[in-house]
């Protein structure tokens, strides 16, 4: 009892002589310039910035820290952001934390996921950047069918670990994207024509919010808020977990069928066309106009079939029909093989500029404008492709879900590509190319997708994409973040 007393008065002795050390650490670190809400300069004094650290877990990285620079960088190397700040999240309660400072101080808050946004919405200059990606566990639960996820897991760490229960859910086709800015915007991929959009299938969530609220969401407890994160982007708050049913999903048939163009690329989008109108929801068949490494302008198509290989066989059959094959990969695999869940490549090495609408049948009109626009593209500098939706996607009703576009049966993305050094000419030929492109098919397009589109499309696309669905999540937006702290996304404006 003795000793215990002496080791308690000895440790506050102790903690009692560090203050003054403590008070001298304070003391040196300096006042810093940030941006807020507003845009406008704000001081945040050398104690805020301390009281911020000494709440994390996590490290808090500033300018000339030992990992700021590879803290700071995103997927797309066309954005250098330069945080005053970046918050590396260990869990909720760093979340919490971190948003409570940011909203106290009315500081410009960005949300980190995967990093992938194509328009750099997860950095920003001189702001906060609140990053999850220090939090990618996945835990499977077999009996339940339910994953629950980090809100800074890639799609690779969900995919391998679902599949090693012989378990999924639709995500998109590339390992490395962030399953919350994919699901929080809908989330398209390989599964989705049978099972839905990744949002369709995401059943839970816990979120913390402007107000320094904690949310436990589900369809019982919170059904609105569900509701709206749904498609409804990161404009609710921060999501630290994210629940989602799985599905049965064992070995699958796919790979990649690629033509020439010199085939005669209208001819060959004709057949592409008529062949995805009818398919069956067991198949996606992305398609992308490319370039080989010799020069050679290709129509790849990305395939995954749901099924047995003799059903898919029979299936694809006509697909094969097309022409005479570049290349042929198509073979029974795994769905961990098809996403590249197993090499998870990191950061872009080249800068992209990408727009994208929605696309709900391919008319006459639409192939000769889409053909019209290859025959000026340098592809391998520029692309055009489409992923198919429709499906179970499409049986949802619009008002459902915030996602509201579900009559489409593609969405159509147009890319411009550069070295992350070229030239400024370069940069703004490939971009020139994609805005006039996007110019020339955007009236034959049925509404836009926000995980789809690019920085300076800013708020222009938000109608297309929510459709009737916007007064009721501008209204949810009013109740959960009325100050519109989340606003470095696709932007639905308080009510
Ligand atoms: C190579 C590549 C392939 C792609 N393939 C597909 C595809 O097959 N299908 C498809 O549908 N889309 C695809 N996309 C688009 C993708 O869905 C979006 O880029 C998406 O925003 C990426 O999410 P992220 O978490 O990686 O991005 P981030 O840049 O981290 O975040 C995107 C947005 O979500 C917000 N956000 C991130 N994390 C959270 C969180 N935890 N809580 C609240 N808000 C958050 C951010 O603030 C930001 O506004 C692809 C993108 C790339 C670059």
């Known amino acids: 009892m003795r000793r215990r007393t002496f080791v308690a008065a000895g440790l506050t002795a102790l903690a009692t002589a560090a203050l003054p050390l403590r008070r001298l650490c304070a003391a040196t670190t300096a006042d810093l310039t940030a941006v807020g809400l507003d845009g406008k300069p704000i001081t945040l004094t050398g104690g805020d910035v301390d009281e911020l650290r000494a709440g994390l877990r996590g490290e808090l990285l500033g300018a000339g820290q030992a990992g700021y620079d590879q803290a700071r960088r995103l997927w797309n190397p066309a954005f250098d952001r330069h945080p005053a700040l970046i918050a590396r999240c260990l869990g909720a309660a760093d979340v919490k934390h971190a948003v409570s400072f940011a909203a106290a101080h009315g500081l410009l808050t960005a949300v980190r ?46 995919d391998r670990e679902s599949q090693g229960f012989g378990l999924a859910t639709p995500a998109g086709v590339v390992a490395d994207t962030g399953v919350a800015g994919l699901t929080l915007g809908g989330g398209m991929g390989r599964l989705g024509r049978k099972f839905g959009l990744s949002c369709d299938n995401l059943i839970g969530a816990e979120v913390i919010t402007a107000d320094d609220g904690w949310h436990r969401v589900s369809a019982k407890e919170t059904p609105e808020l569900l509701w709206g994160l749904r498609g409804g982007a990161g404009n609710f708050g921060v999501v630290t977990e994210f629940v989602f049913g799985l599905h049965e999903v064992g070995p699958l048939y796919g790979g990649t069928l690629s033509f020439p163009l010199d085939a005669g690329a209208r001819a060959l989008l004709k057949g592409y066309a008529d062949f995805t109108a009818g398919a069956p929801d067991e198949l996606y068949v992305g398609l992308d106009f490319d370039a080989d490494e010799h020069g050679q302008r290709l129509m790849e198509l990305d395939v995954t079939y749901y099924g047995s290989a003799q059903d898919a066989e029979r299936v694809i059959a006509p697909l094969r029909k097309l022409g005479k094959p570049h290349e042929d990969t198509l073979a029974m695999t795994s769905y961990v093989k098809l996403q590249g869940s197993n090499d998870i490549p990191g950061t872009s090495k080249q800068a992209v500029y990408l727009k994208g609408g929605l696309v709900e049948s391919m008319t006459a009109d639409f192939l000769d404008t889409v053909v019209g626009c290859l025959e000026s593209a340098k592809l391998d500098s520029l692309g055009l492709g489409f992923q198919p939706i429709g499906g179970a ?36 030929r490939n971009k020139e190319w994609v805005r006039a492109t996007y110019q020339k098919l955007e009236p034959l397009t049925h509404g836009r997708y926000v995980n789809i589109a690019a920085s ?16 009721r999540l501008a209204a949810l937006k009013k109740q959960y973040d009325p100050n519109n702290l989340f606003r470095l996304n696709a932007n639905i404006k308080p009510a």
């Open 113 to 158: 996921g995967g990093g992938h946004s194509f328009g750099g919405q997860s950095g920003c200059d001189g702001g906060l950047m609140i990053d999850l990606s220090p939090m990618r566990t996945v835990d499977i639960d077999p009996l339940t069918r339910q994953a629950r996820v980090g809100g800074g897991a890639l799609l690779g760490h969900l």
């Open 393 to 428: 996607i499409g049986r949802v009703k619009p008002q459902d879900t915030a996602f509201w576009n579900r009559a489409a049966h593609y969405s159509m993305h147009i890319y411009g590509l550069w070295k992350p050094d070229a030239d400024h000419d370069t940069v703004e």
């Open 456 to 471: 300076d499309d800013h708020d222009s696309h938000l109608s297309a994409a929510y459709g009737g669905n916007y007064p």
